[in-house]
């Protein structure tokens, strides 16, 4: 059963960069690719970007400035940094395994919240 | 980037009823060399994260029940629950991974009238 586990501090100051990890179970990150999706609270589902355990990643333009992901194939991770935090970038953050292009498994979520 | 459009945004349906949310994209997502359209639905129950019900459009995740069912081409897709049940209370999304930025519709909740 694939596993993936987001954690990281569910707290940031404005301006500082939030910073998340994904523990990936189950399966090796030396295949597929990697995603990062966030929620605001009651709100749609955004796609921040993905990565393959090569390097390769793709992010969202509308983030691309502030976002830089990275995938540890010797601890089986994947991480999001995203620089420059405001309060728009608090919201739920999942991360998510693509087989293909659409995302088959996700993790439980956390909640990032932005204040000083 | 291709602008993903559900509706409608809330619906009610008695339980064993038909549910029926539309997903509309601003530009074709149909791949013309292998004749697939890049979409999938996911299903957000309260307090959880997204769960993939089907992609390619229509073809079920393993494990989705078989009333959940998908159709559409180009830029028009449907999602059908035929036999509504109490466990489908949920916001479904489509989303199309043609290209990049992937994007989501803003979401349609399901609920028991």
């Known amino acids: 059963q694939v596993q993936l586990q987001e954690s990281g501090p569910g707290l940031v100051k404005p301006s500082e960069t939030l910073s998340l990890t994904c523990t990936v179970s189950?399966?090796?990150?030396?295949?597929?690719?990697w995603s990062w999706i966030r929620q605001p609270p009651g709100k749609g589902l955004e796609w921040i970007g993905y990565?393959?355990?090569?390097?390769?990643?793709s992010y969202n333009p509308s983030l691309e400035s502030r976002v830089t992901m990275s995938v540890d194939t010797s601890k089986n991770r994947f991480s999001l940094n995203l620089t420059s935090a405001t309060a728009t970038d608090a919201a739920v953050y999942y991360c998510?395994?693509?087989?293909?292009?659409?995302?088959?498994?996700w993790g439980q979520g956390t909640l990032v919240t932005v204040s000083s | 980037d291709i602008v993903m459009t559900q509706s409608p945004d809330s619906l009610a349906v008695s339980l064993d009823e038909r549910a029926t949310i539309n997903c509309k994209s601003s530009?074709?997502?149909?791949?013309?060399?292998?004749?697939?359209?890049?979409l999938a639905w996911y299903q957000q129950k309260p307090g959880q994260s997204p769960k993939l019900l089907l992609y390619?459009?229509?073809t079920r995740e393993s494990g989705v029940p078989d009333r959940f069912s998908g159709s559409g081409s180009g830029t028009d897709f449907t999602l059908t629950i035929s036999s509504l049940q109490a466990e489908d209370v949920a916001i479904y999304y489509c989303q199309q991974y043609y290209t990049t930025p992937r994007t989501f519709g803003q979401g349609t909740k399901v609920e028991i009238k």
């Open positions: 390619w459009a229509s």
């Open positions: 998510a395994m693509s087989t293909g292009y659409y995302l088959d498994y």
């Open positions: 530009q074709s997502v149909l791949y013309s060399s292998n004749n697939k359209n890049y």
């Open positions: 990565i393959s355990y090569t390097g390769g990643a």
């Open positions: 189950s399966v090796s990150i030396t295949n597929y690719y």
